[in-house]
C-alpha cells in the first residue's frame, strides 16, 4: 500500500481543459480548434472532389460513386470534429469513454438508420439500378437522382420527389423499368360478339405493321385471347425500344379507336339485361 501511494504522489496530476484555465490559454485552444474545424470542412470538400474526379476515370458507376463520396464525406467530417475537440483539450480518456458510451447509444437508438446503411452499402456493391433508373417501389413509379448513405433520393414522372429508405430497396421486390432496351407493350382489345373477328385481326395487324417504331423481332403477338362476358378480345403485344414506350402505347390504342370506327366494328362496353317480374297481389281482382 505505502509503495503504490509513493508511485501515485510521484505520478503527474491529470490536467483538464476545464480546470481553470487562463484567458489567453482558453482563447488560443479554441481559436485552434475553429481553425481546425474551418480547415477540415474545407478539406474535405476538396478531397471528396478529388475523390469522385478520380472515380469518374475509372468509369465507376454513378450510383456507387454517390454513395462512396457521401460515405467519405461523413466519415472526414466525424474526423474533424474529434480532430478539433483534441486541439481544444478535451482529455482523451474522458472524450473516447464518452464517445463510446453515447455511440452505443445511438446504435441502440437508431438500429434503422444503420439498417439502411448497410442496405446502402450493399445497394452500392451489387448495383441492381444505376442512376437515371425508373423503378417500381411498392407501386409508386419514380426515376433515381442519387444512392445517398440511408436512403436514396427519387423523383417521379410529374416531378414529385421521392425518398425511399435504402432498407426498403433492398428488402422489397423492385420493379426496373428500364434495365432493358426494349420493353413489350402489351394491349387488349374488344370487339363485339357479331362482329368480323378475321377482319378485326387483320386491321390490327396492319395497324402494327405500318409502324416502324414497333420491332420485327421479337415478332408482335396477335391473336384471340378470351371470349369475354361481354366481348371478344384480341391481344396485341408488341416489343418496342424503351424511349418509343410511352408514344406507341398512346398512339396505338388512338389508331384501333379509329379503325374499328371506319371499318364498323363495334367496341362494347359492359352490359346486363334486367328482366322484371310482376306479380299479382289480388288474384281475385
Known sequence: MIQLLAQAELAEPVTLFFDNPTLDEWAIKIGGALLILILGIISTVVLVGILKSTLKKTKIDQTALSFVSNLVRAILIVLVIVVALLISGVPQAPMVAALGAS??????????????????VLLSIFRPFKIGDVLDVGGEVGIVDELQILFTRMHTPDNRGLIVPNSQLLSNNILNLTSHDTRRVDFTFGIGYTDDMD????????????????????????????????????WVRPWVNRVDYLDVLLETKEKVKKRFDQEGISIPFPQRDVHLYYENKYPDN
Open 103 to 120: 455511440g452505443l447509444a445511438i446504435a441502440l437508438s437508431l438500429q434503422g438508420s444503420l439498417s439502411n446503411l448497410a442496405a446502402g
Open 199 to 234: 377482319r378485326a385481326k387483320a386491321i390490327l395487324h396492319e395497324i402494327i405493321a405500318e409502324d416502324p417504331r414497333i420491332l420485327k423481332d421479337p415478332e408482335p403477338l396477335i391473336g384471340l385471347a378470351e371470349l369475354g362476358d361481354n366481348s371478344v378480345n384480341f
